[in-house]
């Protein structure tokens, strides 16, 4: 069966499939890493197809050269699937190889091995099967199929597919991995060639498929990637994923979008917002979600999607465009974000799409609502304010001997007061909408600062001061009272609602016989504290109870709404002033009504550690 033969045609097969072996057993300790196991079936399907040629060219029987030409082919069929899931997994792009496209790919394979392994049905592989021994060897010549055709076409563009990955690697991260991805795209080319050129027939013996021999440059090639370049101990993928974190870790919404609209791609905090995730947002339109024209496209005049407003983005420029706001719904809450659209535009400079970025813009929004409403009612109270005063300094002056004298002159000192009162609280608004640092902060000594101006103001009202786990007047005593805050933010707060208790009493209480000023300024701390940074659940809670008229729903809607608009109005920046001074320190505030009479107001400040 065996006959004398030249060497060289039978050792170029087996040094190509021995140096596949080697290959595979040299990286078989880094399986596990990105590609490794991919380039392991490529070494598999390449052994396969060199050792079963090479034996073939040693073996005359006719059924047993048959069963080797089946195993030749089922290496060349699964040589270029491997090598493809190697290129996509290497260079970053493990995700395609878990698609419904790779599938596929797998799936030809798959199709292809039953067809070359049921030939003898079909002959859809080959036909005419004989011997045409050459240079001594046992070659053999046979009428190719359709499926052979297509088999060697689709593993040509699979490997061609794969090289182009290779190289645009090689492209993209410039001398980082130049040596291996450039050695690893050269590898196939010469088999690749031989391949082809043996399946058109070309060259002066086409009976002799030099593929296999060509392998060994082959191998030399992926030998240097291995060892000199060190492959597999860096590669791609950590430069793809950190280009994929730069997008995905980023806190903003970022969405792109094709050049119809529809989105291609989100991260997760675009996820989050929008309550969709990208395998269900993924080529639906932008307005399933958002409520948000995007610019025209080339060639396109004035807006799209019914934007009228101008304000779409040129075609003709690259630059952001920002947008006016847009308010979502999200899990934290009503959130505002910015919107700011970019063209997406190729190497060529093509326009292919838009990115779409959404920049929570909630505090600013704050900042702005603020300034709007302080604008409002400073207007408005002074404007009032200031028409009393003038009306009745014009009244005084002609009416000095009036018996309404005393009144008036009463009722100017008290809106002069008011005044004043009104320019003090604008001044503590501005201090709040300016930036401050927090600092390690005593809440216990505060309050103990408010209540004693408090009661030194109005000697009259009665203050009382209640402290959970500490006396009145030891300055902390047991309890860590301290907390990083912004002091000026927080004493806001406490004043403002003590002074409101104080000074909105009408003398018709229920605490004491007189129906006096009685105000209850009480203390606590809830939670435990972390190990550092915020404590998870620990807050200072402070409660102020009144026994006087209660707060005006208006006064409270208003400032819960976050608008004050001409028809309700606050009387004045006190609740605005706690609102706000609130937000600075991250405490929530609650208007509640107290039994018999009054309104108990609860402020819950965090616990911050890190001091």
């Known amino acids: 069966m065996f006959d004398a033969v030249p060497a060289w045609p039978v050792v170029g097969s087996f040094a190509g499939g021995a140096g596949a072996v080697l290959l595979a057993w040299a990286i078989r300790e880094r399986r596990g890493r990105p590609g ?38 089922l290496g060349i069929i699964w040589t270029g699937v491997a090598f493809l899931g190697f290129a996509l997994e290497y260079t970053g792009r493990s995700d395609v190889v878990r698609s419904r496209l790779f599938a596929t790919i797998v799936g030809f394979g798959l199709l292809s091995t039953l067809l070359l392994v049921t030939n003898s049905l079909h002959g859809a592989f080959w036909t005419d099967f004989g011997r045409d021994p050459v240079f001594g060897v046992e070659t053999v010549s046979y009428a190719l199929g359709p499926w052979a055709y297509l088999t060697v076409a689709a593993e040509t563009v699979l490997v061609a597919s794969a090289v182009f990955l290779l190289v645009d690697t090689l492209l993209s991260y410039g001398p980082l991995y130049r040596r291996e991805s450039a050695a690893v795209a050269l590898s196939p080319i010469p088999p690749g060639f031989a391949l082809v050129a043996w399946a058109l027939e070309l060259g002066p013996v086409p009976q002799l498929q030099l593929a296999p021999l060509l392998f060994v440059p082959h191998v030399l090639l992926d030998a240097y990637a291995f060892n000199r370049a060190e492959m597999f101990e860096r590669n791609p993928t950590t430069s793809r994923a950190a280009e994929r974190t730069a997008i995905d870790d980023l806190r903003d919404p970022i969405l792109a979008l094709a050049l119809d609209r529809r989105v291609v791609r989100l991260n997760p905090a675009a996820e989050a917002i929008l309550g969709v ?21 080339e060639g396109e005049t004035g807006a799209s999607d019914g934007d009228d407003s101008g304000d779409s983005a040129d075609p003709g420029s690259d630059e952001s465009v920002s947008r006016e706001t847009v308010e979502i719904d999200a899990a934290a809450g009503r959130r505002t974000y910015a919107v700011s659209v970019s063209r ?23 900042r702005r609502q603020q300034l709007e409403v302080l604008n409002r009612i400073l207007r408005h109270n002074l404007r009032n304010d200031a028409g009393v005063v003038h009306g009745y300094g014009e009244i005084l002056r002609d009416r000095l001997d009036d018996p ?48 004693a101006d408090a009661r030194e103001r109005d000697d009259a009202a009665t203050v009382e001061l209640d402290v959970a786990g500490a006396a009145a007047t030891d300055g902390g005593g047991e309890v860590d009272w301290t907390t990083r805050v912004r002091p000026d933010a927080l004493r806001a707060v406490v004043e403002n609602t003590v002074k409101n208790a104080v000074d909105h009493h009408d003398g018709e209480g229920v605490e004491r016989e007189d129906g006096g000023t009685w105000v209850r300024v009480s203390l606590r701390r809830e939670g435990a504290r972390g190990d550092g940074g915020a404590a998870d659940d620990a807050r200072y809670v402070l409660t102020v109870e009144d026994d006087g008229p209660g707060i005006p729903d208006h006064e409270v809607e208003a400032v819960e709404s976050g608008r004050e608009t001409a028809l309700e109005h606050g009387s004045g920046l006190g609740l605005w002033v706690v609102a706000w001074g609130a937000a600075a320190v991250g405490a929530d505030v609650e208007y509640a009504d107290r039994e018999p009479r009054g309104t108990r107001v609860t402020v819950s400040v965090p616990v911050v550690d890190d001091l």
């Open 404 to 451: 309404e004298l005393v009144r008036m002159a009463d009722a100017v000192e008290r809106r002069a007061g008011a005044l004043a009162a009104l320019g003090e609280k604008a001044g503590t608004v501005e201090r709040l909408l300016a930036d401050g640092d927090p600092e390690p902060t005593d809440v216990h000594g505060l309050l103990d600062a408010v209540v």
């Open 344 to 366: 997406l535009t190729d190497p060529n400079e093509t326009h292919v799409g838009y990115t779409v970025v959404l920049s929570d813009v909630t505090e600013r929004e704050r």
């Open 277 to 297: 995730d990208a395998e269900t947002a993924r080529d639906r339109p932008l307005a399933d979600f958002l409520d948000l024209p995007v610019g025209a496209d």
């Open 36 to 73: 490794v196991d991919w380039f392991l079936a490529v070494f598999a399907a390449q052994a396969t197809w060199c050792f079963a040629y090479g034996t073939g060219l040693l073996v005359a029987d006719p059924a047993l050269r048959a069963l080797l030409e089946t195993a030749t082919w």
